[in-house]
């Protein structure tokens, strides 16, 4: 996959998740993917002061583009 591919994958991901973060009042945007390994995102809104938005950065977010992108390693909230 080549990084365009990967960068069109993880958006598709991202707007998958997307509904149920606009549901609590957040948001996720991506930020950049470096060496497509690595996805680095903004959870903005309510997600930003969550208590549990490392849990849903994990759980829900990196779980998923890792669904729809298996070579991710890891993604991160900046």
Do not use: H, W
């Not at 996959?1 to 957040?26: F, T, W």
């Not at 497509?36 to 977010?61: A, F, H, M, P």
């Amino acid at each position: 996959m080549n990084s365009e591919e990967v960068k069109n994958e993880v958006i598709k991901a991202l707007d998958r998740i997307r509904p149920y973060l606009q549901n609590d009042g957040g948001d996720i945007t991506l930020v950049d993917i470096e060496d497509d390994k690595i996805v680095k995102v903004r959870l903005e809104g309510t997600c930003t002061n969550c208590s549990v938005n490392q849990l849903t950065l994990k759980s829900g977010v990196e779980m998923t583009v890792k669904e729809f992108v298996p070579q991710i390693e890891k993604v991160i909230s900046v």
